[in-house]
């Protein structure tokens, strides 16, 4: 018993502190509510039109957007107050990835099931700072360890977006987030937690009491939503696509501890039959759905559930080795996508987007083309759209649990100060937002200049 309570309290400890000092505002947000930055001459997509702006002015104060203007701000001309001329070039709101997985980009499942610990954090660190560079200010982590993450970026200690996190992704014995080995099954009634229970990337729950349990702890330590494996998965090595996990109780139960914390329970599922049970238990958004049919598509409209989507390259499939099962089961996703697509836009069903990258550092630096991949299905406004407004209407669904409270994903006033400058005009040429590094000029997160190009 001495033994599982070590366990918990090592992969726990940070966790508890970030819930108890996300209480208040941290030293960098204390440090910025004064600060002032006056964009001239710049031309707004505003996260919800499709055309932009006349030439226009916005003014920042602090982490907010306090005026815009098609007529010049006067400021109070302090010592410290940034003036960017934008030159007639675009300012649209930072990009939001709704799907990400900031523990589990770098490493290899290897790594992450052996690796050292300090070693992953440290990684994860420096894949925050550029995926905040590539101009994505906010992402929403469906599952992993990155409480401790979040709390040095939101304190300051390291540069990154911000992250609303699931924690540990909750799943079944055999079901998709199950890494153990062979030799790890059955598990002792008593015995230590498998290492990705301790590390906090996947909790085994084979009950409603154990699933209440699991979710009650990832509330704890400051999720802001709760993530569950309905259906099987690609990467997990146990897992058959076809297979339907949690029972309806299970999921109940979940969505009942969520909904107790004001906050809601999102699902990987692929399959009409994974889809369809997790409807029935209450949960309000879909991760994936790249296998159902239309009567699926159909139902989730009318009960208005959040699908979340991606388009999946063909290289994500190349994190995993040729021929194996788990190579197999991604290509059977990857030929869903066109489908699940049209049909989401035949429904009209509210769709999010995100890219969910795993363990592929380099496919991590193509974020911004996995987003426009979409122009396949939508236009580039529509693509814009969804990747800033409507992405910040299912982060809002954590209500209170939601750790940046204020408006995100739109530029206007009052709204929280996640901004970039864009050299040219992303709605007649979303390519721009492919190469960062030369056409992000200025990336602005809560207010604080993060990147500043221009001469």
Request: glycine share 10%; net charge neutral; with cysteine.
């Amino acid at each position: 018993m001495k033994t599982k309570l070590a366990v918990f309290s090592l992969g726990t400890a940070l966790g508890l502190i970030n819930a108890t000092w996300a209480q208040s505002p941290s030293p960098a947000v204390a440090a910025n509510t004064g600060s002032v930055t006056l964009f001239s001459n710049v031309r707004i997509f505003d996260g919800k039109s499709d055309k932009l702006s006349a030439p226009s002015y916005v003014l920042v104060r602090g982490k907010v957007i306090e005026k815009i203007s098609d007529k010049p701000i006067p400021t109070d001309r302090r010592a410290d107050t940034v003036l960017i001329d934008g030159g007639g070039r675009t300012l649209m709101p930072g990009l939001i990835d709704n799907h990400w997985h900031t523990m589990l980009v770098r490493p290899t499942v290897a790594q992450l099931l052996n690796g050292d610990i300090g070693h992953l954090y440290l990684v994860a660190g420096a894949e925050a700072n550029d995926t905040l560079m590539r101009g994505f200010t906010t992402i929403r982590d469906v599952g992993g360890p990155s409480f401790g993450l979040k709390q040095a970026i939101d304190d300051g200690t390291i540069i990154g977006p911000r992250i609303f996190p699931s924690g540990a992704i909750i799943s079944v014995t055999s079901g998709h987030g199950d890494f153990r080995q062979p030799w790890e099954v059955p598990r002792v009634v008593g015995a230590p937690l498998s290492r990705g229970e301790q590390l906090g990337a996947a909790m085994i729950a084979d009950s409603p009491d154990e699933v209440r349990v699991r979710v009650r702890e990832q509330l704890m330590l400051g999720a802001s939503q709760i993530k569950l494996t309905a259906g099987g998965g690609v990467a997990s090595p146990h897992s058959p696509l076809d297979a339907s996990t949690f029972t309806l109780e299970e999921l109940r139960a979940a969505v009942e501890a969520a909904s107790n914390w004001g906050t809601y329970v999102t699902v990987h599922a692929y399959t009409p039959e994974s889809i369809q049970r997790a409807i029935a238990a209450g949960v309000r958004c879909i991760e994936h759905g790249h296998l159902m049919d239309e009567p699926t598509a159909k139902l989730i409209a009318e009960k208005g559930i959040w699908l979340s989507m991606q388009a999946f390259p063909d290289e994500l499939a190349e994190a995993f080795p040729p021929g194996s099962f788990e190579r197999e089961k991604a290509m059977e996703v990857f030929a869903g996508t066109d489908t699940t697509y049209k049909l989401a836009k035949k429904y009209k069903i509210k769709t999010a987007w995100g890219t969910d990258v795993l363990f592929s550092a380099a496919l991590a630096q193509k974020q911004g083309a996995l987003l426009t991949k979409l122009v396949q299905w939508y236009t580039p406004a529509e693509v814009l759209i969804m990747a800033t407004s409507t992405n910040a209407q299912l982060l809002a669904l954590s209500g209170k649990r939601n750790p940046y409270p204020g408006k995100l994903g739109r530029i206007e006033e009052g709204a929280l100060a996640d901004l970039l400058l864009v050299d040219g005009d992303p709605l007649a040429n979303i390519k721009l937002i492919e190469d960062p590094a030369k056409n992000f000029l200025v990336i602005m997160k809560d207010g604080k200049i993060y990147k500043n190009i221009l001469k």
